[in-house]
């Protein structure tokens, strides 16, 4: 059973930084995309900030580029957000996931989420 578990989250004045953390379990990690997620508002639809695939190749969201930064340790099946430059219309709930999952077992397998407050 896969468990995706993330942590780092909390309450930052604008132009903070924050590390996020997600361990994984249950998945072929290293064979896997990995990607983080962020929900804005409750019911509003996740939207995925940043991507890192199994070859280590990052991609973020225009929102983000130049002030996050995504990483990966295959040895401890983790993933890693740095946020830095945080602006208050970062604030949300984050997630990882597996982009490369197919859409049923992603939705199937999200975690409990980490909370992010950027206060102006």
């Known amino acids: 059973q896969v468990q995706l578990v993330e942590s780092g989250g909390g309450s930052v004045q604008a132009g903070g930084s924050l590390t996020l953390a997600c361990v994984s379990s249950g998945m072929n990690f290293s064979l896997n995309d990995m990607g983080w997620y962020r929900r804005q508002a409750p019911g509003k639809q996740r939207e995925l900030v940043a991507?890192?695939?199994?070859?280590?190749?990052?991609h973020y969201d225009k929102s983000v580029e130049g002030r996050f930064s995504i990483a990966r340790h295959n040895p401890e099946n983790a993933v890693y957000l740095q946020m830095n430059n945080l602006k208050p219309e970062d604030t949300g709930v984050y997630y990882c996931n597996s982009p490369s999952e197919p859409d049923s077992h992603r939705e199937a397998i999200w975690g409990q989420g980490t909370q992010v407050t950027v206060s102006s």
């Open positions: 991507t890192i695939t199994r070859g280590g190749f990052m």
